[in-house]
């Protein structure tokens, strides 16, 4: 591994490593600098084990953010879900919608589906865990990626805090040498998965064009919005696969050089990170590919199959219904609310609710199958906490020894 990659991740798996048992006595100590005398070292704890009283005292506060930050996240969730249900019911679209009636087949099979999703994620990330030799067979990447889902249900951090659980776990298990290496495949593979989930969206949005259009005002501003962040993203991927052709242009680098100024180096940092995955094109295209077809294409069938478990009257609408799924999940990486839930109901119900408004007489309310889909989504990332709960692979092990450190 390069000394910027180093660099770049080590305060990442310094800060996140989770261990349930572990050794507490000091991994080193240091002599702190410009110290006149001997008397002062400075010791630096192992993973999971308690900080000194100085730092428990510093992080008390930190802990009152994070809990300031988790109680508004799910004030902000519990108003946008109650405000889309007032608004429905004010319109009579909610009134009189039986989920006593559903069918229990369409909704395990959706349940199926969304498993199915899970997998697909751990074998994407895998693939990238080959690519750099790290061992970790496929089970364990399941466990791993459930878990992850888990705690971006229950933690502030939304995905993000989700990935750092994951970092945390891989990083105690992998020898040391390849600690960074691990905790940065975890960032490809959100990196990959973002390029999927962009490129879905504009292979979906020949099917739904019609209906943004006769969606509300408002939700029709906010979709077009974030399809331009879509795109945005996509451009923004071209240029970091391509950094090295475009540096030959004087405005790139003169751009290269401001971003490294305004971030302190991070820009550079990430991108010589980065080009560590420049001989690994094949396995960055299937990645994409299953992002494309193995996430996204089958969370909309997962949908798909909520709104049949409603009324088989909706099996027409395959494709609006793609859509709709797949534009709520890009809002849902808006780190606003508890897993993505509130945004991704805003979005989804309005470009439903603009195509079942083409049905004639249609027994269903457009956020009636929304809120259903919430709820398998909820019920998967709780599937994950029973991996948390049972999978002892990362818990009552020892540490991997350590190999040589790069």
């Known amino acids: 591994m390069s000394e910027n990659e180093v660099y770049f991740f080590k305060p990442l798996v310094k800060k996140n490593i989770v261990a349930k048992r572990g050794n507490c006595k000091p991994e080193s100590e240091k002599m702190t600098k410009n110290s006149k005398n001997d008397a002062a070292p400075a010791a630096q704890t192992a993973p999971g084990c308690a900080a000194p009283d100085s730092k428990q005292e510093e992080s008390a506060p930190n802990k009152a953010v994070v809990f300031l930050k988790y109680a508004v996240k799910i004030l902000v969730t519990a108003g946008i879900v109650a405000i889309l249900i007032y608004t429905s019911k004010k319109h009579g679209t909610f009134d009189g919608v039986d989920f006593s009636g559903l069918n229990w087949g369409w909704l395990a099979a959706a349940f199926l589906l969304y498993l199915v999703h899970l997998f697909v994620n751990a074998w ?45 776990f891989l990083a105690y298990r992998v020898p040391k040498g ?73 405005f790139f680098r003169w751009g290269e050089d401001l971003g490294a100024k305004l971030s302190r180096g991070f820009s550079t940092k990430l991108l010589n990170a980065l080009d560590s995955y420049n001989g690994a094109t094949k396995e960055i295209v299937w990645c994409v ?118």
């Not at 691990?182 to 998965?193: A, C, K, P, S």
């Not at 979906?204 to 399809?227: C, G, I, S, V």
């Not at 219904?321 to 890009?330: D, E, H, Q, R, S």
């Open 124 to 168: 994407r990330w895998r693939l990238l865990l080959a690519y750099r030799a790290i061992p970790c067979s496929l089970f364990s990447a399941f466990s791993l990626t459930t878990q992850s889902f888990f705690f971006s249900l229950v933690m502030p951090g939304g995905a993000i805090g989700g990935d750092v659980i994951r970092a945390g």
């Open 178 to 250: 390849q600690k960074f290496d691990g905790v940065f495949t975890i960032l490809m593979d959100r990196f990959t998965g973002m390029i999927g989930i962009f490129l879905t969206v504009f292979l979906a949005l020949p099917f739904a064009w019609r209906y943004l259009d006769a969606a509300d005002p408002r939700a029709k501003l906010l979709t077009f919005a974030l399809l331009g962040a879509s795109a945005a993203g996509l451009f923004a991927a071209a240029v970091i696969f391509l950094h090295k052709q475009l540096e030959k242009i004087a």
């Open 289 to 406: 590919i299953a992002s494309i077809l193995g996430v996204n294409f089958v969370l909309g069938l997962c949908f798909y199959c909520v709104c049949l478990a409603f009324s088989s009257s909706l099996a027409p609408l395959f494709g609006p219904i793609v859509a709709a799924i797949t534009v709520g999940n890009i809002a849902g990486l808006i780190p606003l609310t508890m897993s993505g839930i509130g945004l991704r109901d805003y979005f989804v119900a309005a470009i439903l609710g603009a195509a079942l408004a083409e049905l004639p007489d249609c027994p269903v309310a457009a956020l009636a199958p929304t809120l259903v889909m919430t709820g398998v989504i909820i019920a998967g990332g709780l599937f994950g906490g029973f991996f948390f709960l049972f999978d002892n692979a990362y818990k009552n092990k020892a540490p991997a020894p350590h190999a040589k450190e790069d």
